[in-house]
C-alpha cells in the first residue's frame, strides 16, 4: 500500500477551511481542470456529511471512470475520512486533518491507496501512481487555499 502526507498553510480559521475541504461545490474548481472532475451522484454540492457518498467522475491517464468514496468518519473541525466504496482502486482511503497554526489552519492530507492485479499494481503505484497522486494533492491543496484566502470564505475582516 501506498501512502501519500501533503500539508499546507492557510491563512483562515480552523472551521472555514475544515468546511471548505468538505465542500463538493468547490472539489471541480480545484482539481487539474484537465481531469474534468465533476460530482455526479450523492452529494453532489455543498458540505458533505458523515455518512454520506458522492460519486466523481473524471478523466485520468485518458480513461474516463467514476470513484464512489463514503465519509466513514467526522471530527469537526479537526479532521474528516473519505474512503471509496467504487472505483479503480483496490482501496483508497483520504484523510483530512487541521490544526491550528501561528499562520492560520494547518492542512494535512493521508491519502492510503493500492492499485488492484497484485504486483503489477505494486509496481504501477510505486513507478507512476504515487507521484501523480502527489501532484494531484498539492495542486488541490494549493487551489483550496487560493479559494479560501483570496473568496474571503467566512473572513471576520
Not at 64 to 93: E, I
Amino acid at each position: 500500500m501506498a501512502r501519500i502526507v501533503e500539508e499546507i498553510i492557510v491563512k483562515a480559521p480552523i472551521d472555514v477551511c475544515f468546511d471548505a475541504a468538505r465542500d463538493i461545490t468547490y472539489h471541480g474548481q480545484t482539481v487539474w481542470p484537465w481531469t474534468q472532475e465533476r460530482a455526479v451522484e450523492g452529494r453532489i454540492r455543498g458540505l458533505i456529511e458523515d455518512g454520506e457518498t458522492v460519486t466523481f467522475e473524471a478523466r485520468h491517464f485518458g480513461i474516463r471512470q467514476r470513484l464512489t468514496a463514503k465519509v466513514t468518519s467526522m471530527n469537526r473541525p479537526t479532521s474528516f475520512v473519505d474512503a471509496m466504496t467504487k472505483g479503480a482502486f483496490r482501496h483508497l482511503t483520504h484523510t483530512h486533518e487541521f490544526a491550528e497554526a501561528a499562520e492560520g489552519t494547518l492542512m494535512r492530507d493521508i491519502l492510503d491507496f493500492s492499485s488492484p492485479y497484485g504486483w503489477v499494481g505494486l509496481v504501477f503505484d510505486k513507478l507512476v501512481l504515487e507521484r501523480y497522486m502527489r501532484a494531484f494533492i498539492r495542486y488541490r491543496q494549493r487551489a483550496l487555499k487560493r479559494v479560501i484566502e483570496h473568496q474571503k470564505m467566512g473572513r471576520t475582516s
